[in-house]
Each structure stands twice: as C-alpha cells, then as structure tokens.
C-alpha cells in the first residue's frame, strides 16, 4: 500500500467520523442506532480496509489508521468489531454478511473451552458482547475450532463505562455455519490491537482537548498553560500518547502476536494516565455531563480494559521473554519489532519467537 | 493531528546482515577480552577496544570517506550502536567524539579541523570532552560565563568549565563561551572552541562521584592562549550549534538501553516458567521497551531524512531515562539479590555488582545531558505552551 493511499483512507475517515460522531452519540444515549453513520461507513468501504490489497483492502496499518480515527471522534458504532470480522471471514473463506458484525473472541487460554463455537456444545452464555443488539454474532474459537456464525437465542442489553453497547448473549443451538480458520489467526489479539488503536485516537483528542483548555482558561492571571506544573503534565499526557502511537505502529508494520500484546498493553498502561491528567488539567468543568472530556476519558478507561488489560497482556509478553534466558532477550527484542512486513491476520505469542 | 508521531523507518537492504557481523564481532570480542558486559554507554573505557571498533568501520560511520567515515546511513550507526550498548561493550572511550564531537566538526568545522581530527575519531584514537556547563550554568546553559577574548593572535579564555566528563583522558574538548553580549534572547554572543586538552595549559582537576570513581572533571582556564583557527563555526553561532549538538547528544538509543544488561539478568533469573507476578513484572518492561525501541528508532528515521528531532528526541530521553530505573527497581523488588558497591565485597557475584553500579548511576541518567525536567520544557514547547 503507498503511504497515499494510507493518508488517503485516514483522511476520508477522519472526515466521516469527525462530521458524524456528535449527533451519533446522542442518538445512541437516546437509545437508537445511529443509522446515518452506519450507512456511510458501509458505503465508503472503510469496514475493508484492514484486508489484504489482493481482497480489496490497503492492509493492517489502514484498518488501523481508521480505527485510530473512530478513536479520535468516539465514534459510536462496531467499527474495531465489524472491521476484524470482516478479516476474519477473509481468512476463513467465509462470505461477509451485511451490516454490523461482531466478534466474541475469549483470550487464548479461555478458546479451549468455549463452547459456544464448538459444533457439538449448543448452548452458551456469552458475556459482554459489543453491539449484539445490532450486530451479526461471530465467535472464534481456541484453534482448529473456527470461525462461528452464532444464532442467538436471547440479547440482554448492557453497557460499557462509556455506554457503547456490550451486551450478554445466549446461545442455544448450534452454529449458524462454522469455518476453519488458520491455527495462526489470534481473533482476541486482533480485536486487542485494534483496541489500542482506537485508545491511540482517543488519547489524541484527549491531548488536543487539554491543549486548548490550558491556553483557553486564565487563573491568576495568565493562561493555565503558563504553568510549569501544567506544561509537564501535558508533555507527559504528550509521551503516553507517543509512546502508544509508536506501539501500534511498530505492530502495524511488523504485525505479530508480540507486537499486538506490546501495543495494547502499553496503550492499557497509558489510558489511566491521559485521562488522570486531563482531568486535573481541566478542573471541575471536566468532571461535568455537559463537557465533552468524558466521551474520551471513558472510552479510555473502557477500553483499556476490553481485550485484555495491561496485566493481561504483560503476562503473556512475560512468560514469553523468560523463555530461551537472559542471552535471548534482545535478539528477541529485535526480531519483534523487524521490519519484514508480511501480511497475516495476526498470530499468537509463541515459544519459538515472533517472526512470521 | 495533535501530539506527536514516531512513523517506523524502512531500515536500508543489508541491515540484518551488518547485525550479524556485530553480534559475530561482539561474542569473538567478548570472549577475548573479557570485559564485564554493561549497557550504559559510560560505564567503561577501554582505547583498544575503541580502536578495534574503528578498524572495523563502525566509529564516524555516516561521514564522508574523505574524513575517514564510511557514508553508511544513520540508521545503520543506530544498529551498530544498539548491538554494543545492548551487548554492554567497553565503547566509553570514542563515545562523545562519535556521537556527537565528530558531526558537529563535520557541520561547522573548518576543512583543517576536519581533516586533522575527523579520521582520528573514526580510527578510535581521538576523544572528546563537552564543554557547557559551568559552577553557576547547568540547565540554564545561555548563561554561561567563561569568557572567550580576541588577542592580537588568537583568542584567550577565561573561566570555569564544570561536570566536564573524560577531561583527564580525551584529547580535546569543545567548550561554549561567550565572545560578545547575551542580547534580548540571551542566545547571541556564543561561540564553540576546539581546545587542545593535551597542550592548552587548562587545569583539570578530579571530581570523585558518588559511585567513588573518577569521571567528570572541574576545567580551570586561567589566560588559555589559543590559536584564532579553533573557533569551530561563525563566531556568536553558539548557541545555534549547540542547540543541534544536544539534539545528537539526546537522540540516541543510549537513552534506553543503560540498564538493558539488568534486563536480561532479571530474565535470566526468572527462569524459563516465572510466576505470573514476576512474568507480568517482566512483561511490563517487555512492553515499554518495545514502544521505547519503536520511537528511538524513528528518531534515527528523521536524523537519517537530515531532521534534526529535538522535540522527538526529548520524549524518548524523558520516557527512556525513567525506564532504565524502573528495570533496576524491578530487578531489585523481584529477585532476592543485594546490591553491592565499591568496597562491598571483592568476591561480589556479577549480578549484585551490576545492580550495585546500576542504583548509584541511576541518579546521574536523569540529569547527564539535560535534566528531564529541561526535556520536559521542550517538549511543552514542541506543544506550543511554551
Ligand atoms: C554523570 C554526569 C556527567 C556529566 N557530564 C557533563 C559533561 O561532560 N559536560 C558538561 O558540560 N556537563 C556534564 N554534566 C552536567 C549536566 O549537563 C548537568 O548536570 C545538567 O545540565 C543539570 O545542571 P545542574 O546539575 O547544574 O542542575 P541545575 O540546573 O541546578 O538543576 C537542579 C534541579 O533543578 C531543576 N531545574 C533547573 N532549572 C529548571 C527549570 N527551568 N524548570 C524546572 N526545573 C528546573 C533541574 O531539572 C534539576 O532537577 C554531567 C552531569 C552528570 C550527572
């Protein structure tokens, strides 16, 4: 993909979800679905992008760039779900339904004992589903289970922090359709790196937010970005942000299980502290309903913790840099983060290392 | 779009090649010289592992041929030079002069100063000092007072040069002074002068660290005639000059990588199944390094493309410097080892000297090259709050 084509797609979803977010937020605290921006996101293609160039997509990194930019306008549809779906289906050869999809996906360890995308269990409780209500239920299972088209028997809606619909899903009966995916396809490291993708925009907007409220607003005389105390926390909000970018990119580039565990586990870690310094940038009119800081520091503190929180995912890079001893640390180190870029729907951390 | 962005680099055809021959170098080095492997770039001099180093062609690696370099680019120095600090090599010696002395001549120099100097570096036999702060300048370096005076032949210097690392064993240093009034923006009347450690009649005298070893330097010039061809660049361009010399001084993966040796201890010590405590202790640096490493590398992206990325490189310095503790205190909270110092015991096994050395360097990595609260004010301008 040519780094036009890239800016290409970041700007046209930029300007769809920076035009259509607000009014889609409030339609969705009213209890609709934002239908008007489902419509175009689905016109434009943009639910495609993270699909290999050859299935009609630019590749990881632009699905990426999209989700970074739903981030940064919170904007209130599956976009991170439908996108990965959609992935996923490419990689299991299956047709990709219409409209909104969305993926029940329990980290590694959990798959084994999933049930509910096992042909021979037919009855589950999924929990916290995104957009259920809406949405055409995915599951994937532990590897060589596949991809799941599900049947729901009953949706119970539910809420995130930031009210983005994660609802519990019952099951009952088999599959819909099953599809064999790739043993390597991680379908709960996708969605998690498409997380920090979409925490990546978030806090971007968080920083800008903070910028123009520390130049806006004047206490003892002066702007509060006159203060040193406030210039240093907006640089560090500044590094978080940095630091998480860097992440996502480095794993947009060279995709792997440990570059998806690294993003998202730094982009978890950096989420509580943008949003702790925002709001002490702000003062109390950021602790309010009315201004819009909240939209973004709860999706912060939502979505560092969906897909696996900081913890979660150090463990897993834990357990697989203590393998090999101290000798393999730093050729592991660097073989994560190589710049080979081969085009993969995403692979679990394994014990042999990382490239792919 | 707000913030900043660290857009990985498309490392040049050859890389993976050229990192093999240093790993291969390295283990032969190591094995042969028996040098005690720690990552931070100032932990030890050795000349003739400097001068090995040039003979490979890995010291002035960017500059041009005719100056002893190699025209490589700067993303391959960055490979070489994250392969010694990560390997903890000896590279002490030829540090500054590479880093940063060397291109600084390269830019502003005059063609003699490059000629006669520039291939002493590369070969490894030619170090450098950094001449900036003084008893009463340190973050605050426009103020510096050591006075540089024109003379019928030259230039003849006056003052305090302080912190001065390596003086007692480089050849040369390159010291900031003042040559003219600090104007309104405190940033004019500055010049950079080439000083001849060996024969300028500069008094160095020793200032212990807290470590109990012997690094930096107090610099006395008292009436130091220097010869006119040692200015470096345009009289009263200092401040622009050295400006770019901390860019380079703070862009490096040095700024990552001093306690990466603790690092792989910790890792080591962990064994092969740590419990999910220690594995997530491990896999929370595991993490940061990862991001860390991403944005040292873009830097060197954007030094490679001919930027020079202050802001940018402030950001890593500011995160990096704070991860390189945070390793040692892990290492410390999670394995039951002691540290050790000088005197603390001859037989010390390796790992609780390391440790040892690492907790009293640690204070200096957040202070040598601007402090992070400097590096934090930079950032805030790259913000436009400041
Ligand atoms: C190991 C080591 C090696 C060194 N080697 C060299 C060398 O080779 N050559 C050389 O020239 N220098 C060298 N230095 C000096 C180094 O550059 C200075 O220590 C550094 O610039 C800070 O100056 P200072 O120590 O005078 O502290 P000060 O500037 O007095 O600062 C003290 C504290 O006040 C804070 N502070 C100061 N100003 C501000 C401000 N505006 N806003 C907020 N906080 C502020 C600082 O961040 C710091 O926390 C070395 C230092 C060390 C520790």
Redesign the pocket.
């Given at each position: 993909m040519s780094d036009e084509t890239a800016r290409l797609i970041e700007q046209t979803a930029d300007d769809l979800f920076s035009a259509e977010s607000e009014g889609a937020r409030k339609a969705l605290a009213e209890g609709a679905w934002p239908e008007r921006l489902w419509q175009i996101f689905a016109e434009t293609g943009l639910a495609q992008a993270a699909l290999p160039e050859e299935a009609g997509g630019a590749g990881l990194a632009a699905g990426l760039a999209v989700l970074r930019a739903a981030g940064r306008h919170a904007a209130p549809i599956p976009v991170a779900e439908t996108m990965i779906g959609t992935l996923l289906c490419h990689r299991a050869g299956a047709e990709v339904p219409d409209g909104p999809l969305t993926l029940y996906a329990p980290p590694a360890g959990a798959l084994a004992a999933q049930p509910a995308v096992r042909e021979d269990i037919d009855a589950a409780n999924l929990p916290r589903v995104p957009w259920a209500r809406i949405a055409t239920v995915l599951a994937v299972g532990a590897p060589g289970h596949g991809l799941a088209f599900l049947k729901p028997s009953d949706v119970v809606e539910g809420a995130n922090l930031a009210g983005e619909p994660r609802d519990d899903v019952a099951v009952s009966g088999p599959p819909d359709r099953l599809h064999p995916l790739p043993p390597e396809v991680d379908g709960f490291a996708l969605m998690a790196i498409a997380r920090a993708a979409q925490l990546r925009g978030a806090m971007e907007q968080v920083l800008a937010m903070s910028l123009r409220y520390a130049g806006d607003r004047v206490q003892f005389g002066r702007p509060l970005k006159r203060f040193?105390a406030i210039q240093h926390y907006l640089a560090e909000i500044a590094g978080e942000a940095a630091a998480t970018g860097a992440a996502v990119d480095a794993a947009a580039q060279a995709p792997n299980g440990f570059g998806f565990a690294a993003a998202k586990a730094r982009a978890s870690q950096a989420a509580g502290t943008v949003a702790r310094l925002a709001h002490q940038v702000h003062g109390a009119i950021g602790y309010t309903a009315e201004h819009d800081l909240h939209h973004w520091t709860k999706r912060l503190w939502a979505w560092r913790d969906e897909c696996g929180n900081e913890a979660y995912w150090w463990q897993v890079l834990g357990a697989h840099a203590a393998q090999g001893g101290g000798a393999a640390l730093w050729p592991k180190m660097v073989a994560a983060s190589g710049s080979a870029v081969a085009e993969t729907a995403g692979a679990t951390v394994s014990s042999e290392g990382e490239g792919r | 779009m707000t913030g900043f962005d660290f857009p990985p680099p498309a490392m040049p055809p050859g890389t993976d090649a050229l990192r093999a021959e240093v790993r291969a170098f390295l283990t032969e080095s190591h094995a042969n010289e028996g040098w005690r492997p720690d990552s931070d770039f100032?932990s030890d001099w050795s000349a003739s592992f400097s001068r090995t180093l040039g003979a490979q062609g890995w010291i002035g690696m960017c500059w041009p041929r005719r100056y002893g370099g190699h025209e490589r680019s700067a993303l391959e120095r960055y490979v070489v030079v994250e392969e010694l600090l990560a390997a903890g090599a000896p590279v002490y010696a030829h540090w500054?002069a590479d880093r940063q002395s060397g291109p600084l001549l390269l830019r502003f120099g005059s063609e003699e100063q490059r000629q006669t100097i520039l291939p002493r570096i590369a070969a490894g036999e030619c170090y450098f000092?950094?001449?900036?702060?003084?008893p009463d300048?340190?973050?605050?370096?426009a103020s510096v007072r050591t006075r540089a005076e024109r003379t019928a032949d030259g230039w003849r210097i006056d003052g305090t040069?302080?912190?001065?690392?390596?003086?007692h064993r480089s050849q040369y240093m390159i010291a900031l002074c003042r040559t003219g009034p600090a104007g309104d923006s405190r940033h004019e009347g500055l010049s950079q002068f080439l000083i001849d450690l060996e024969a300028d009649n500069v008094q160095i005298n020793p200032i212990v660290?807290l470590a109990g070893k012997h690094?930096?330097n107090e610099c006395v010039f008292e009436d130091v005639a220097i010869p006119a061809d040692r200015l470096i660049g345009q009289e009263g361009d200092g401040w622009r000059q050295v400006t770019g010399e901390l860019a380079l001084e703070r862009s490096g993966p040095e700024r990552i990588l001093s306690t990466f040796h603790l690092f792989a201890a910790l890792v080591e010590a962990a064994g092969p199944g740590p419990e999910p405590r220690l594995a997530e202790a491990i896999g929370r640096l595991t993490a940061e390094f990862y991001a860390l490493r991403a944005m040292s590398l873009a830097v060197a992206g954007q030094l490679e493309k001919g930027d020079l990325p202050e802001v940018e490189a402030a950001i890593v310095k500011d995160m990096g410097t704070r991860f390189e503790a945070e390793v040692a205190e892990t290492l410390r909270r999670a394995v039951p080892v002691e540290p050790v110092g000088v005197g603390g015991s001859a037989n010390a096994p390796s790992l609780e000297a390391a440790l040892g050395a690492s907790v009293l360097g640690l204070?200096?990595f957040t202070?040598?090259?601007?402090?992070?609260?400097?590096l934090r004010?930079i950032i805030a301008r790259g913000l436009g709050v400041r």
């Open positions: 040193q | 100032g500054v000092a950094i001449g900036m702060s003084e300048s340190g973050s605050d370096l040069k302080v912190w001065t690392s390596n003086a660290n690094d930096f204070p200096s202070l040598r090259g601007g402090t992070n609260e400097v004010s």
